[in-house]
């Protein structure tokens, strides 16, 4: 044991069992082994051959996975797909008090639904962090990882927990669930749908890109890199995101609206 910089807790190595290990569940998971954790996983798709590689040992099935020795319980699913595995977990096999622990890019969706699902006794633990498998790949140095103590009783756990991503350098923001989705969804709800809209149009680098254009090819690549199910998530369980969406979209009318009054001011004017 070891004490976190941040308070006095002593810290402790954690049992972390990850519930969906595809893209990001694998890349948060390479980051605990390397500080010492353990980790076993469950997943809807087969990992075992990918698991056996990393030894990591994983569950086909989710009945031994709750009753093994888990400290934390990590939620790494699709947004779109929470509430189904959630519901689908017989929660009542949980041995012991556990920390559960969700990464969705929306908060208050996972927040409710781990509220309406668990028993009383299981502390939760809601975070974000904002960097993913490419903008983390160098490190997790200065990228913000934003949470919520939702529930938490056992002070230590979640610290210890908290202290993988500030051991790694990240900034850590404590802000509420309501508040991490009012300005996600004007911050990096926008950045996706835009980088969507570029896809979409099939904008491509050029011999002769601008700074500036450079900068639209990659969010077009960002964007795309995540899956769809991920950029959907973020638009139908964040409540403010249909309204970025609305003003992006009268945005762009006045814009387009001003260019084209322009023009007739221009045309009128070469007329006389
Ligand atoms: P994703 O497409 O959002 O989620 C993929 C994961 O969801 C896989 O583990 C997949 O399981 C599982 N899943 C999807 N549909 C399912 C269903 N119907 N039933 C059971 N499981 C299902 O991609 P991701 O990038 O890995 O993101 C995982 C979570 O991390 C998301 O909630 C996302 O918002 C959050 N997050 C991602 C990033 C990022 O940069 N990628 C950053 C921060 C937070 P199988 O693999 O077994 O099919």
């Not at 309406?116 to 990882?145: A, I, R, Y």
């Not at 998530?233 to 260019?259: D, P, T, Y």
Request: charged share 25%; hydrophobic share 35%; aromatic share 8%.
């Amino acid at each position: 044991m070891s004490s976190s910089s941040s308070s006095s807790l002593p810290l402790q190595t954690l049992k972390i069992g990850i519930v969906g290990f595809g893209t990001f569940g694998q890349f948060l998971a390479k980051t605990m082994i390397k500080q010492g954790h353990t980790t076993r996983a469950t997943s809807r798709t087969d990992y075992s051959q990918l698991c056996h590689q990393l030894d990591v040992p994983f569950f086909r099935d989710v009945i031994p996975f709750l009753e093994a020795d888990n400290d934390v319980i990590l939620i790494c699913t699709s947004i779109l797909s929470l509430s189904e595995v959630l519901n689908s977990m017989p929660l009542r096999r949980l041995k012991r008090h556990t920390l559960f622990v969700d990464v969705l890019s929306v908060k208050e969706h996972p927040r409710n639904v781990l509220l309406q699902v668990l028993p009383e006794n299981m502390d939760v633990l809601c975070t974000h962090p904002m960097f993913g498998p490419e903008s983390g790949k160098n490190g997790w140095k200065d990228l913000p990882l934003v949470y919520e103590k939702v529930r938490v009783r056992n002070e230590t756990r979640c610290s210890s927990f908290l202290h993988i991503f500030e051991s790694e350098g990240c900034r850590m923001v404590e802000m509420s669930c309501e508040e991490h989705d009012k300005v996600a969804a004007r911050s990096q709800f926008l950045s996706h749908s835009i980088g969507r809209i570029l896809a979409e149009m099939g904008i491509e680098s050029t011999s002769m890109n601008t700074k500036s254009f450079e900068t639209l090819v990659k969010l077009k690549e960002s964007a795309t890199n995540d899956s769809f199910d991920l950029f959907s998530g973020l638009f139908i369980h964040n409540r403010f995101a249909q309204q970025e969406l609305m003003n992006l979209e009268q945005s762009f009318e006045k814009v387009k609206q001003r260019l084209l009054k322009k023009m007739s001011e221009q045309q009128s004017l070469s007329s006389v």
